[in-house]
């Protein structure tokens, strides 16, 4: 898809681009490569059946199995063009799109030039952005802090209703 109406000069003399749009370019990308029968890493150390592969390649190549008897990519496009797309593909589609964001999000928020402070000083962590430090902190904390009530109140998780407490306050 041509979309040269979506590129946007911003103020800072940077080009900005929706997200989606992006990830749908990765899509496009990365879909040959995790179609293709022989293995092409695409990160030092990556190969089949190990625990160290790009993000999403699971999730794609998932998709990928799908439509390899139907036309491949293109059969993809015509489907997800027209709205036509089941709705499990469709989760899957929102499942790789998301993982895509996230890796391209986090590569550009770990880039030590992304904050600067009013002196044009890079502002970072351990040598990383402090945009991606700070957001990768809260994914952690969050994970943690999942576990720990899990393990607490395993209602919650399991989808079971709650009982309704009185709050007192001290």
């Known amino acids: 898809t041509q979309s040269p109406a979506s590129a946007e000069w911003l103020s800072n003399q940077t080009v900005g681009l ?4 992006v990830a749908e370019k990765w899509l496009k990308y990365y879909w040959p490569l995790v179609e293709s029968t022989t293995f092409i890493p695409q990160m030092n150390g990556e190969a089949p ?3 160290k592969q790009i993000t999403f ?21 015509i489907e997800r063009n027209k709205g036509q797309l089941p709705g499990d ?24 030039d992304w904050l600067q402070d009013g002196d044009g000083n890079n502002v970072t962590i351990f040598g990383l952005g402090a945009v991606g430090v700070v957001g990768l902190g809260a994914i952690v904390l969050g994970a943690i802090l999942m576990i720990w009530w899990n393990i607490v109140s395993k209602d919650f998780f399991t989808g079971k209703t709650l009982e309704r407490r009185a709050h007192t306050a001290d």
């Not at 390649?57 to 496009?77: D, E």
């Open 89 to 112: 593909i469709r989760r899957l589609l929102g499942g790789v799109m998301m993982l895509i964001v996230f890796v391209y999000g986090l590569q550009q928020f770990l880039l030590p």
């Open 49 to 51: 059946n190990s625990g």
């Open 57 to 77: 390649r699971k999730r794609l190549s998932q998709l990928v199995a799908i439509y390899r008897a139907s036309g491949g990519y293109i059969a993809f496009r």
């Open 18 to 21: 929706p997200v989606q749009f």
